[in-house]
């Protein structure tokens, strides 16, 4: 069963992780009583015995699994704005992956960050030890790789479609490096709400700026006043669906939220315990 740690800088360790358990299997966060359920999960979460018991009592409520997967992206993210919560979350983890008395594990992490953030890796101990045992390094797309993760998310949105030529356009554009996909995702993001009428068109994507441009029209008017612009729909991060719109209550709004209010819409490399 697959349990998924949101994104949220303004969350403890204990929110974060309890956000992950009580969402584990896709379970609909929008339930009635979900957020009261939650906040109690989380202070569930302060000692050792806390965290194994809530693992256990998220396996049973679904069936009696065996095994629960955590899975962390984006790491570097804590790491660089809430390294505390980060250390928090590395000895948490230590406890909820460790074995149970028979040599089962009740759960097991997969922790996703940047390969120039393994030093701070190293001052983790539990993630440190899990680089050092079991770890991949996920080489950087390719050519081929970026045009699929361009023109592959469409083939679930009959009836929208790239301009003749479009395509190669972003592929020309993307800088090398371990920004090329964040802002190619960006910019294909910012492409698909000025569809006409199904068509993602080549004057749109130029009045956009390009690849670059995209990110850097947005950032300038934030940057340059120093007012945090209103959030919009988030676009779903991953590389095979990197523009098709989704919408989802986020961990921060939900904790700013009163239970049963409306969500408010959100904006939005791996070693194994």
Excluded: K
Excluded at 122 to 130: G, K, N, R, W
Excluded at 137 to 159: D, K, N, S
Excluded at 160 to 176: K, Y
Aim: aromatic residues 6%.
């Amino acid at each position: 069963m697959i349990a998924r740690l949101p994104h949220g800088l303004r969350l403890t360790a204990e929110e974060l992780l309890a956000w992950a358990l009580a969402s584990a299997g896709d379970a609909d966060t929008m339930q009635a009583g979900w957020h009261d359920r939650w906040l109690a999960l989380a202070r569930q979460l302060t000692d050792e015995q806390g965290i194994r018991t809530a693992v256990e009592q998220t396996l049973a409520r679904h069936g009696g699994r065996s095994r629960l997967v955590l899975v962390a992206d984006q790491f570097e993210t804590l790491l660089t704005d809430a390294p505390d919560t980060a250390r928090r979350l590395d000895a948490m983890l230590g406890v909820m992956t460790a074995r149970r008395t028979d040599g089962s594990r009740p759960a097991q992490a997969v922790v996703v960050t940047r390969i120039d953030f393994l030093r701070q890796i190293e001052q983790l101990p539990h993630l440190h030890t899990a680089w050092n045992a079991t770890s991949l390094v996920v080489q950087p797309m390719m050519r081929t790789q970026l045009r699929e993760a361009i023109t592959c998310p469409l083939e679930g949105h009959a009836g929208v479609r790239f301009a003749d030529g479009l395509v190669e356009q972003p592929l020309r554009d993307t800088p090398p490096g371990p920004a090329a996909l964040p802002m190619l995702e960006y910019a294909l993001s910012r492409l698909w709400r000025r569809q006409d009428r199904g068509w993602l068109t080549t004057t749109a994507y130029q009045e956009l700026g390009g690849v670059e441009g995209a990110l850097a029209g947005d950032a300038e008017p934030v940057c340059g006043t120093g007012r945090t612009r209103p959030s919009g729909r988030r676009w779903s991060g991953s590389s095979s669906s990197s523009y098709v719109p989704a919408s989802s209550w986020t961990p921060e709004s939900a904790a700013r939220t009163p239970a049963g209010s409306p969500p408010a819409p959100s904006s939005s490399r791996a070693t194994g315990h």
